[in-house]
């Protein structure tokens, strides 16, 4: 079946403009996750989402970055006023029930998102 | 802060070798323990994880990993590497929150 699609694959932006990632989950998954992953790092977690209903948003590193999952299937990541320091590999992953820890998440293939 | 610390950013071994890849954890309560595998160009896939059921792992492509909780260590294995076997490997933690922290991840790579 299909797994987690991720558009675009690629994104290049100049700084100040706003920019939208979208994230399509493996269909009936519930939980869905967003991570940043900078070169060389392992991906670090930003937010997630039980159905629509945003669980922990610890992760994002300022209010410039927003994520919503509105009919709790397809999610989109926006970054408002981009900054170089935002460029990075942004992954998404989804996972299919929302209880237990240790379920497998399973990832998409990225969005790379350079800033000049 | 509870963490995964990978030891060693590459790894190069020769086809046939044992592959063993190290990665610790730090961590107050047993944690739920996860190694994932990166290709290029392609999203993270699951080699395998510990969730307390036993300690030794068992995962795909051959690898397996043992939970040492007196070492805090689940160190990955292979008996024999493939040259298919190079890739990026990641260690990752979750513990009462729901999101994976991952180590630094180890560059796997398979000499001829």
């Known amino acids: 079946g299909a797994g987690v699609s991720q558009s675009p694959r690629y994104k290049v932006t100049k700084r100040g403009q706003d920019v939208a990632l979208r994230c399509d989950p493996i269909s009936g998954h519930v939980s869905l996750y967003w991570y940043r992953q900078a070169l060389g790092q392992g991906p670090e977690f930003l937010t997630y989402f039980n159905y629509e209903a945003q669980q922990d948003k610890s992760g994002l590193p300022n209010d410039r970055f927003s994520a919503e999952r509105p009919e709790g299937s397809i999610s989109t990541l926006t970054i408002q006023r981009t900054e170089q320091r935002d460029s990075a590999m942004y992954r998404c992953a989804s996972s299919p029930t929302g209880g237990a820890h240790h379920n497998e998440q399973f990832f998409g293939p990225g969005t790379r998102l350079t800033v000049l | 802060a509870q963490s995964v610390t990978q030891l060693g950013s590459h790894v190069s071994v020769s086809e046939g070798a044992l592959v063993l890849l190290r990665c610790n954890y730090s961590s107050s309560v047993p944690p739920y323990l996860f190694w994932y595998v990166q290709y290029p160009n392609q999203g993270l896939q699951l080699l395998l994880k510990y969730t307390s059921a036993a300690t030794l792992v068992k995962g795909i492509n051959g690898f397996e990993a043992e939970f040492k909780k007196s070492e805090t260590s689940f160190h990955l294995t292979k008996p024999s590497a493939h040259m298919s076997d190079a890739a990026e490997y990641f260690c990752?933690?979750?513990?009462?929150?729901?999101?994976?922290?991952f180590g630094s991840g180890t560059q796997l790579t398979v000499l001829p």
């Open positions: 990752a933690w979750t513990g009462s929150a729901r999101q994976l922290t």
